[in-house]
Nanobody, 125 residues
Framework: VQLQASGGGLVQAGGSLRLSCAAS????????MGWFRQAPGKEREFVVA????????YYADSVKGRFTISRDNAKNTVYLQMNSLKPEDTAVYYC???????????????????WGQGTLVTVSS
């Protein structure tokens, strides 16, 4: 699976962005999908994830109520709608795909097998 993230950019605090992650191949629906982010000088951290059929979603506390993940398996694409953005949301955002089955794995970056190249989100104050 190859992943291509897009949609990043510069936005003012309080604004919105929508990230997309397009996947190649015919097996997209067999992968759980996640978004992680990495700010300068910091570890890559979990943001949000969605199960294969969209039946389950998981959010980091820092983005709950502001970010929404969704996917369209017919289009091989996962989306991240980011609202009420804050300067601390500034980071490179990565999408990732994994075929694990345990709910406890969604937040663990080591459980994801494929990663996109990242897209930069900058939120100005």
């Amino acid at each position: 699976v190859q992943l291509q993230a897009s949609g990043g950019g510069l936005v003012q605090a309080g604004g919105s962005l929508r990230l997309s992650c397009a996947a190649s191949g015919r097996t997209f629906s067999t992968y759980n999908m996640g978004w992680f982010r990495q700010a300068p000088g910091k570890e890559r951290e979990f943001v949000v994830a969605i199960s294969r059929s969209s039946s389950s979603t998981y959010y980091a506390d820092s983005v709950k109520g502001r970010f929404t993940i969704s996917r369209d398996n017919a289009k091989n694409t996962v989306y991240l709608q980011m609202n009420s953005l804050k300067p601390e949301d500034t980071a490179v955002y990565y999408c990732a795909a994994g075929q694990f089955y345990s709910g406890s794995y969604y937040r663990n970056k080591s459980r994801y097998d494929y990663w996109g190249q990242g897209t930069l989100v900058t939120v100005s104050s």
